[in-house]
């Protein structure tokens, strides 16, 4: 559980940088997905969640083996 908490946190923080720094360049970025139409918006969350899975599934093999 606490490890799950910390990722929370850590993703948390990533997230809110960009809110925080650039909060002018959001608001444009968000106009602009109104564009974009909803299969391309499927397709790109799709292919950014099977890269996370990817990675943490490297991660965990990585660390059984040393």
Do not use: H, N
């Given at each position: ?47 950014s969640m ?14 059984w083996?040393?």
């Amino acid at each position: 559980m606490a490890m799950i908490l910390t990722i929370l946190g850590v993703l948390l923080v990533l997230e809110g940088i960009p809110y925080a720094a650039f909060p002018v360049r959001v608001k444009e970025w968000a106009a602009m997905m109104q564009g974009v139409p909803v299969r391309s918006l499927r397709i790109i969350g799709l292919v950014s969640m099977i890269t996370g899975l990817f990675v943490l599934f490297v991660m965990r093999v990585g660390s059984w083996l040393g």
